[in-house]
T-cell receptor
Framework: EAGVAQSPRYKIIEKRQSVAFWCNPI?????LYWYQQILGQGPKLLIQ????????DSQLPKDRFSAERLKGVDSTLKIQPAKLEDSAVYLC??????????????????FGEGSRLTVL | AQSVTQLGSHVSVSEGALVLLRCNYS??????LFWYVQYPNQGLQLLLK??????LVKGINGFEAEFKKSETSFHLTKPSAHMSDAAEYFC?????????????FGTGTQLKVEL
């Protein structure tokens, strides 16, 4: 079974530029998450989708960050304009929560390898 | 609101020695608890989880953790460290209240294994 795919793995941009990250979750997983992991900190949830609807985006800086999951499969996270403090690893994860016919969901998330953003 | 505290951002052990990584949580209801491991330049991988039932849970690579409700703890242990265990370890809690399947992570503990 293929895991969560993310691209690009690395991106370097200057402040005020824009960047987009792509994520393809595990096939059949209804719920998709974007986490931000700043160096030395634990991952912080930015946004959670179930199918193509937003469940939680309370910690997404909506003035510069946007995310979409059209068709309920893959997702894109965009930052525009980027700030120095956006330098981080952006992790995508998926889970069975809300997946029709799935076994009882225990909360396990499956993570991609992450996209490392450096803002200069 | 739920939260996780990991004591010690860096832990160093000798190869063959006991590994103990500490995690305390706060949650208004019995939570689900997780330990994830992150190797350099990789995503997070589940080590083990506690949902219900037996409070001592065993995971991959010889790790185990015990849920102690009275102490609100979920410490991770391994009897004998191996060089390949060097990585960052994250404790996480999933509350059962509020919306979604929100996982809250601790700040992580970097484990170093020395010869």
């Amino acid at each position: 079974e293929a895991g969560v795919a993310q691209s690009p793995r690395y991106k370097i941009i200057e402040k005020r530029q824009s960047v987009a990250f792509w994520c393809n979750p595990i096939s059949g997983h209804a719920t998709l998450y974007w986490y931000q992991q700043i160096l030395g900190q634990g991952p912080k949830l930015l946004i959670q989708f179930q199918n193509n609807g937003v469940v939680d985006d309370s910690q997404l800086p909506k003035d510069r960050f946007s995310a979409e999951r059209l068709k309920g499969v893959d997702s894109t996270l965009k930052i525009q304009p980027a700030k120095l403090e956006d330098s981080a690893v952006y992790l995508c994860a998926s889970s069975l929560m809300g997946t029709s016919g799935a076994p009882i969901d225990t909360g396990e998330l499956f993570f991609g390898e992450g996209s490392r953003l450096t803002v200069l | 609101a739920q939260s996780v505290t990991q004591l010690g951002s860096h832990v160093s052990v000798s190869e063959g020695a006991l590994v103990l990584l500490r995690c305390n949580y706060s949650s208004s209801v019995p939570p689900y608890l997780f330990w994830y491991v992150q190797y350099p330049n990789q995503g997070l991988q589940l080590l083990l989880k506690y949902t219900t039932g037996a409070t001592l849970v065993k995971g991959i690579n010889g790790f185990e953790a015990e849920f102690k409700k009275s102490e609100t703890s979920f410490h991770l242990t391994k009897p004998s460290a191996h060089m390949s265990d060097a990585a960052e370890y994250f404790c996480a809690v999933k509350g059962l209240t509020g919306g979604g399947n929100k996982l809250t992570f601790g700040t992580g503990t970097q484990l170093k294994v020395e010869l």
